[in-house]
């Protein structure tokens, strides 16, 4: 196995910022427009708590897509090293023994994703995309030999935010 040097992108997630502001700003505006209508206390109370946290699942993870977007640049590339006892993206090292699967989600322009052990979701400093068709193969046969190596399991899953 060569410790060669690949050029990938972190994934973007432009598309979900643009998704999450139109849904978050519906929400606050059905949760003002509701306040005017004369319906039952209880029921509005029920409804002003469960807006309340949809706009606050909403914005969390709203927060966490820009925090990422302006701490890791996804839109430059990054370095992937695929190191006899690690792991390495960009600045990110990550030991075999951390790592729990691998994670490929699509078919056509495919985002790659290391799952840590004891996380529910892949972090998203650790997803990433190829750069081209040609360096796909490249990657995904020396990514598929360092796995079998390790013991770290490839999976064919969607990867959620």
Not at 104 to 115: A, L, M, P
Not at 128 to 133: A, E, F, G, L, S
Request: proline fraction near 4%.
């Amino acid at each position: 196995m060569s410790e060669q040097i690949h050029v990938v992108r972190r994934k973007r997630d432009i598309a979900v910022v643009v998704c999450f502001i139109p849904l978050l700003s519906s929400y606050i505006y059905s949760l003002v427009r509701n306040s005017t209508l004369e319906i039952p206390l209880l029921l509005y109370v029920l409804s002003v708590c469960c807006y309340m946290y949809v706009i606050g699942l909403f914005g969390y993870k709203l927060f966490l897509i820009l925090r990422y977007s302006f701490r890791y640049y996804p839109l430059r590339f990054v370095e992937l090293e695929l190191l006899p006892g690690s792991f390495r993206l960009g600045s990110c090292s990550v030991k075999t023994s951390e790592i729990e699967a691998i994670r490929i989600d699509g078919y056509w322009n495919s985002t790659i994703g290391v799952k840590l052990k004891g996380r529910k979701q892949i972090p998203l400093h650790l997803r990433m995309k190829y750069q081209n068709t040609l360096q796909e193969d490249e990657i995904m046969k020396e990514l598929r030999t360092w796995s079998e190596i390790h013991q770290i399991p490839i999976q064919y899953k969607r990867i959620f935010y």
